[in-house]
Structures are given as structure tokens and as C-alpha cells.
Nanobody
Framework: QVQLVESGGGLVQPGGSLRLSCAAS????????MGWYRQAPGKQRELVAR???????NYADSVKGRFTISRDNAKNTVYLQMNSLKPEDTAVYYC???????????WGQGTQVIVSS
């Protein structure tokens, strides 16, 4: 079966950093577009960053210059390095894997990120 296992969330002060990891199994990882999404209470889930099989990337305007998505195909893992964190970044962060953008793909369980003093 397909599994996406996330880790790295937690509580951090404004201006701090976190690195999220998502380890995939049950898929040919190198063929998938990987993405990070987030959902804050009372808000819709939104795309944070995406990376294709050839490592092309896209970012939400709100995180450009602060977040970096990367992948290690040898480890079947995608990362989200989050720097200069703001309270507005507080959300549950989800990992997604999909072959094409028109399909829902697979989702991880989510990991909580809280940015607060």
C-alpha cells in the first residue's frame, strides 16, 4: 500500500526554522510530483510548494524566499525547509504525491506547525 509519513513539525518562535520531511513508500517515487500543502483552522487547504520529477519547483507567493522544497529520490523523501517563520505560517502541513495535477494522488497524515512566542 501507499504510505506518506511526515515528520518534523512542532512549536517554534517567530523567525525560527523547521524542516519537514515526508517519506514515501508504495510508489515509484521518482515519477511523482511532490507537494506540501497547509491548512489553518477555518481556512481552505492551500498549496505551499511543489517539486516535479525533474526538480522544477513552484511556491506560494507568501513563502517565496523563506521556504525551500527539495527531494532525495534515493531516500524516497521530500523536504520542506522553512526559515524566517511567521505566525501566519501556523497550520497543519500535508505531504502529497501525484502523477499528474488532474488527479488527487496520495496524502500524508499531516504534521502540526505552530509559530508563536
Amino acid at each position: 500500500q501507499v504510505q506518506l509519513v511526515e515528520s518534523g513539525g512542532g512549536l517554534v518562535q517567530p523567525g525560527g526554522s523547521l524542516r519537514l520531511s515526508c517519506a514515501a513508500s508504495g510508489i515509484i517515487f521518482s515519477m511523482y510530483v511532490m507537494g506540501w500543502y497547509r491548512q489553518a483552522p477555518g481556512k481552505q487547504r492551500e498549496l505551499v510548494a511543489r517539486i516535479t520529477s525533474d526538480s522544477s519547483t513552484n511556491y506560494a507567493d507568501s513563502v517565496k524566499g523563506r521556504f525551500t522544497i527539495s527531494r532525495d529520490n534515493a531516500k524516497n523523501t521530500v523536504y520542506l525547509q522553512m526559515n524566517s517563520l511567521k505566525p501566519e505560517d501556523t497550520a497543519v502541513y500535508y505531504c502529497n504525491a501525484r502523477i499528474k495535477l488532474t488527479s488527487p494522488g496520495f496524502w500524508g497524515q499531516g504534521t502540526q506547525v505552530i509559530v508563536s512566542s
